[in-house]
């Protein structure tokens, strides 16, 4: 049984800065890609920012040199410092880990958080 759990989100306003995290907890072998995305009321679920396992990072232009990623593998954790938050940052933040449970799974299984608010006001 593998779980994501996100934490840390809030209110805030404008100009503040927030930290999410984001816990995968259970069995696992091994965590590929592990990344951040939101939906704002009314809007698609979009991506915030992915971090895969050599490191290399892929941010929404939106949140380029605002928010920040980062992962400590042997806590199976990420982390998404939002700097300068907007109003338009609020939504539902969603943690996703591209997770092989066992040695012998070669394809990794999606798994999501429950979701995290975030809101900043203006």
């Known amino acids: 049984q593998v779980q994501v759990a996100e934490s840390g989100g809030g209110l805030v306003q404008a100009g503040g800065s927030l930290r999410l995290s984001c816990a995968a907890s259970?069995?696992?072998?091994?965590?590929?890609?592990m990344g951040w995305y939101r939906q704002a009321p009314g809007k698609q679920r979009e991506l915030v920012a992915t971090?895969?396992?050599?490191?290399?990072?892929n941010y929404a232009d939106s949140v380029k040199g605002r928010f920040t990623l980062s992962r400590d593998n042997a806590k199976n954790t990420a982390y998404l410092q939002m700097n300068s938050l907007k109003p338009e940052d609020t939504g539902v933040y969603y943690c996703?880990?591209?997770?092989?449970?066992?040695?012998?799974?070669?394809?990794?299984?999606?798994?999501w958080g429950q979701g995290t608010q975030v809101t900043v006001s203006s």
């Open positions: 996703n880990a591209e997770i092989r449970p066992r040695w012998y799974i070669n394809r990794p299984v999606d798994y």
């Open positions: 259970g069995t696992i072998f091994s965590i590929n890609t």
């Open positions: 971090m895969s396992s050599d490191t290399s990072t």
